[in-house]
């Protein structure tokens, strides 16, 4: 067997060692950029406000409760849909009137969830903002990283409901522009083309993130990604699923700002705030199992799970490590798309710009690196992360550790009460179909189903529990809950 320990040399994810931000130097350019007449730039002084916020903040450490506050109280995206639009967006449901629990339905169309802070009545990954024309609305971070539980909205768990799709679409029906995203967000509810829509939107920037004319990039927009939970990134040394990327650094984690209206300037000058917002990220824990846990059971499984599992994903409790391995794509068998689909020149533009000249305080790049498989997670908190696997294809626990029994083609509610998780399995339930759903089923209903058969999400893969028995996987799930 080959196990490749790629990142031998770089200290984890929360270590601090990240080079700071360039500082006063790049805020005089800012405002220097602000004070050109340029009509080219004329539309950065809308941005003024928030340069100003930043450019007064000064040198400083990176602050997890100033992270917080950064990721739950301020937009980083313009306006997307005005007040009106959300108010009457029931109307491209099919419903002749508002109906009277319009923010639940809301939330349940598109799979969103109450937000556990305040929010002004918008569920979690919407927020209000002010734009050239007023108050509107936005979406942020915790759209694809904020999920709910048992009734309890979690930040930082994985969005296992979303309907990217859904959402983007209707919203703007709803305000007159009915035509299909520029790409597509979401093949599969629950799961979104997070890398590809990087992708997408660095067509259209050069190394110092100017806007330039569309690349040619080759865009696969198939890859059905399941978004890893937030409070695993402490434990990395390197991130996202392939592990391509330093855990440290802070610049890859602001690629979801690059939407067109955002200059080159105002992006840059967020790097000390998603410093912060990356130290915050550093701070999370797991939810703890909510449930009884069979102590006897679980310490059978920790033995178990010791013999076969800890080589990946490390050991646990006060002396606990850590192997951050990434498992090259002919031994772990699952779906090679989201490691092999990102265009070469892609990357090499990615690792030339903005993005890949970030440095560690030795200097060493937190470059992008070679995509060769997939990094084998911490399983902190996994009781709650279902779906599974990188392409969220496997809905439980049980169906990781005996890929014969995996379902071929499922559905499930995305709701995420307790009548919808499964404490036996540890996941999703879930219905097995025979087939899916044709062309003349609509698209919100035909995106509850997830095919294995489909390009980016192949089930296979990962057998390492096919050779247990039920008893020996039960034990191990036991152990799993202790996480
Ligand atoms: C459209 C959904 C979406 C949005 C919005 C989004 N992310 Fe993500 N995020 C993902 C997906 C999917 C991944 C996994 C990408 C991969 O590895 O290919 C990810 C990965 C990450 C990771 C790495 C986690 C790990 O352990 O490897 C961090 C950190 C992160 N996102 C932070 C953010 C921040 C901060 C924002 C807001 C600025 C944000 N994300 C916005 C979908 C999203
Ligand atoms: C050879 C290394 C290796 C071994 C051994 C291994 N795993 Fe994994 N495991 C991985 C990798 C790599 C992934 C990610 C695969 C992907 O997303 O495509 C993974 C994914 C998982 C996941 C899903 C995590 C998530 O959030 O999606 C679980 C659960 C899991 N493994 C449990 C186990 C258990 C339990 C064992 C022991 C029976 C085990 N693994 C043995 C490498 C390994």
């Known amino acids: ?145 904020g999920g709910s539980l048992f009734g309890q909205s979690i930040i930082g768990l994985g969005n296992a409901s979303l309907d990217m799709q859904a959402l983007f679409e209707e919203m703007f029906e709803a305000q007159g522009i009915k035509r299909a995203t520029p790409f597509p967000f979401t093949q599969v509810r629950g799961t979104t083309e997070g890398a590809m829509m990087a992708v997408y939107l660095f067509r259209i920037r050069d190394e110092e993130l100017r806007l330039v004319p569309p690349q040619n990039f080759a865009l696969t927009p198939y890859l059905c990604e399941d978004a ?28 979801f700002l690059l939407n067109p209206l955002n200059g080159p300037d105002h992006i840059k000058s967020l790097e000390p705030t998603f410093a912060d917002v990356h130290a915050y990220i550093c701070g999370l824990e797991p939810p703890k199992y ?22 990946c994903h490390g050991t646990y409790g006060p002396n606990g490590a850590y192997p951050n391995r990434i498992i090259p794509l002919k031994e772990i068998g699952t779906d090679p798309l989201r490691a092999q689909a990102i265009p070469k020149e892609a990357k090499q533009l990615y690792a030339r710009s903005w993005f890949g000249q970030e440095r560690d305080s030795r200097g060493r790049p937190l470059i992008f690196q070679e995509e060769v498989g997939y990094q084998a997670p911490p399983l902190d908190g996994v009781w709650a992360t279902a779906p599974y696997f990188h392409n969220g294809s496997v809905p439980t626990v049980y169906h990781v550790l005996n890929s014969k029994a995996r379902p071929r083609i499922f559905t499930r509610s995305f709701r995420t009460g307790a009548e919808d998780y499964d404490t036996v399995r540890l996941g999703w339930k879930y219905q097995e179909l025979d087939g899916a759903p044709g062309p003349d089923v609509p698209a919100i209903e035909r995106r509850k189903v997830y095919d294995t058969s489909q390009p980016g999400r192949s089930n296979a893969g990962h057998t390492y529990g096919d050779n247990l028995s039920d008893e020996e996987r039960f034990a191990i799930i036991e152990y799993l809950k202790t996480l």
Request: hydrophobic fraction near 35%; charged fraction near 25%; proline fraction near 5%.
């Open 1 to 145: 067997m080959s196990l490749r320990t790629c990142y031998g040399k770089v200290t984890d994810a929360c270590s601090n060692e990240r080079v700071r931000n360039e500082g006063a130097e790049t805020r005089a350019r800012n405002w220097a950029r602000l004070l050109m007449p340029s009509l080219r730039w004329a539309w950065t002084v809308v941005l003024a406000g928030t340069v100003f916020a930043v450019a007064s903040e000064g040198e400083r450490r990176a602050d997890p409760q100033r992270g917080r506050e950064a990721l739950l109280t301020r937009a980083y995206l313009p306006v997307a849909w005005s007040e009106q639009t959300y108010q009457n967006v029931w109307k491209v449901w099919g419903l002749s009137e508002r109906p009277a629990d319009f923010e639940e339905r809301f939330r349940q169309r598109y799979g969103l969830h109450q937000a556990p802070y305040p929010n002004d009545g918008l569920p979690m990954g919407l927020r209000y903002t002010r734009g050239l024309l007023g108050r509107g609305i936005t979406v942020d971070c915790l759209l694809c990283h």
């Open 228 to 255: 890893p939970a937030w409070w695993l990134l402490k434990k990395k040394k390197t991130m996202y699923h392939t592990g391509s990327t330093d855990a440290r650094s802070v610049r890859s984690i602001m690629q």
């Open 290 to 311: 909510p449930l009884a846990i069979d102590q006897k059971l679980a310490e059978k499984g920790r033995l178990l799970f010791e013999k076969h599992c800890a080589r």
